[in-house]
């Protein structure tokens, strides 16, 4: 069993700077590839960035290349999200997700709020 805990959402101005933080509860964190998602409302759920289980990012969205920051750090067991420059459209709920690797095991967090508005 797995628990993901998200935090740092949150209200942010056009342009400001947030960073995610994403807790993973087990000692196998390594084995684990690492993405943080997203959904807007009315939107469906879509992948924001992806970190593989040795530190190497295996993808960002378009929409976010350039701006967000993907990182982990294995002693902390944490996964983080830097989000720079925010857009309005950045708005929504941002899920971190855990896949082990070789496995169809996954877990979701709960999610965490930002909201981008002047």
């Known amino acids: 069993q797995v628990q993901l805990e998200e935090s740092g959402g949150g209200l942010v101005r056009p342009g400001g700077s947030l960073r995610l933080s994403c807790s993973f509860s087990?000692?196998?964190?390594?084995?684990?590839?690492m993405s943080w998602y997203r959904q807007a409302p009315g939107k469906e759920r879509e992948l924001v960035a992806q970190i593989g289980t040795g530190g190497d990012v295996i993808k960002y969205a378009d929409s976010v290349r350039g701006r967000f920051t993907i990182s982990r750090d294995y002693a902390q067991r944490t996964t983080y999200l830097q989000m720079d420059n925010l857009k309005p459209e950045d708005t929504a709920v941002y899920y971190c997700?855990?896949?082990?690797?070789?496995?169809?095991?996954?877990?979701w967090g709960e999610g965490t709020l930002v909201t981008v508005s002047s």
């Open positions: 087990a000692f196998t964190f390594s084995n684990y590839v």
């Open positions: 997700h855990a896949k082990r690797r070789f496995s169809s095991s996954d877990w």
